[in-house]
């Protein structure tokens, strides 16, 4: 006599269908951007270089549970500066908002993340996401000893992926080796008592950070972590206290794109975070992360391939946050988009464009279904 899974998920047609017209976006933008020639890997860090500029991978995950991925998903690579909002988190948790307030601060700069003049008018770095501010949230984290501070940082970024983490010990060391602009901020830092004296540990925990290998699922599984108020959304851990979920994402917003950060808000508006490793995750709250990895960059340090694809979905999916206040509007009275004509999808190769918001309305249904490329 057969028997039925009482846990095996009940799927509509109308479901399905719209969760294919997902997948069947990503799968499009993938093959429409994967010969893209533009930008260049990053070489300041000798690891990097090794990078092959045709990885190039995309992934979203829903607060259900939900896996899309296509392309080099699972190609391993170093977070780089996409720690840094969620290292701001931990600190967050370790003093308490006003205590962190006080050595970093919460303004976009519009200068590049690692410059190394730019202090506020009480000596604090501007952001978080800037390396000043950076190595200051860096400095904050609890921990008896170096090695125990790492652990904490390890087991932070395990809750939100869902599975144990490491550190490239080449790339750790490569940064560590040149990292003299990093010396330099934060020895200026120290000069102002924005860090402890202690500068050498506090570098080191910052390379090691950056320095921590995740794939493309891993970090849209950071993107849905942060998008389910804090709670991993497969595994139902709690990652980081829900009270800080809002001080995370705004400083992704309003900073996390370096100086790139204004238009990012205006064309795509999720906040987000690059790293110069190539990847980028990107958080539409309440319903998914989504990750793109590219290692060639534009002269920001942004994945060049990831600024396309996330354009591309927050444009024809309505996931621009502010798309939530408008009607959908029939396409002749839709506001104007900023995307250049040469960039817009072609009539005809749109699996997906049905409704412009159906698919990303659809994925507030239950289950957890992995569909994968």
């Known amino acids: 006599m057969n028997t039925v899974d009482r846990h095996a998920e009940s799927i509509s047609v109308r479901q399905s269908t719209e969760r294919f017209r997902l997948l069947a976006g990503l799968n499009e933008l993938h093959l429409r951007y994967r010969a893209l020639g533009e930008g260049a890997v990053a070489n300041y860090i000798p690891e990097l270089a090794k990078a092959n500029p045709d990885w190039f991978g995309i992934c979203a995950v829903t607060t259900d549970g939900q896996i899309y991925e296509v392309g080099d998903f699972d190609r391993r690579f170093t977070i780089q500066s996409i720690s840094k909002p969620f290292v701001y988190g931990l600190a967050l948790e370790d003093h308490g908002r006003e205590a962190v307030m006080q050595r970093v601060g919460v303004e976009p700069t519009g200068d590049a993340f690692n410059s190394i003049i730019k202090l506020d008018a009480v000596n604090r770095p501007h952001n978080p996401c800037v390396n000043a501010g950076a190595i200051a949230t860096t400095s904050l984290v609890h921990g008896s000893d170096p090695t125990a501070r790492l652990n904490r940082v390890l087991d932070m970024f395990q809750r939100y992926v869902g599975h144990t983490v490491d550190v490239d010990m080449s790339v750790f060391m490569s940064e560590r080796t040149t990292g003299h602009r990093n010396r330099a901020i934060a020895h200026l830092m120290l000069n102002f008592g924005m ?179």
Not at 215 to 227: H, P, Q, S, V
Not at 248 to 270: H, N
Not at 302 to 316: A, K, P
């Open 195 to 373: 860090i402890g004296s202690n500068v050498e540990q506090i570098l080191d925990l910052y390379f090691q950070q950056c320095s921590i290998l995740a794939n493309c699922r891993d970090l849209a599984m950071m993107g849905a972590t942060l998008a389910n108020g804090g709670v991993n959304p497969v595994t139902g851990q709690r990652a980081v206290d829900s009270q800080y979920i809002r001080d995370i994402l705004t400083i992704m917003y309003t900073c996390g794109m370096y100086d790139y950060a204004g238009q990012w808000a205006y064309s795509v508006g999720l906040p987000a975070k690059s790293g110069v490793a190539g990847g980028i995750v990107a958080v539409l709250p309440g319903r998914l992360g989504i990750a793109v990895y590219s290692p060639p960059l534009d002269s920001r340090g942004n994945s060049v391939r990831g600024i396309r694809v996330c354009e591309d979905l927050s444009r024809h999916f309505g996931m621009h946050l502010f798309d939530t206040f408008l009607p959908d509007l029939p396409e002749e009275n839709a506001p104007p988009r900023s995307m250049p004509q040469a960039r817009q999808l072609e009539p005809g190769t749109e699996p997906w464009r049905e409704s412009r918001t159906a698919p990303v309305d659809a994925l507030r249904s239950n289950g957890q279904v992995a569909l994968r490329n």
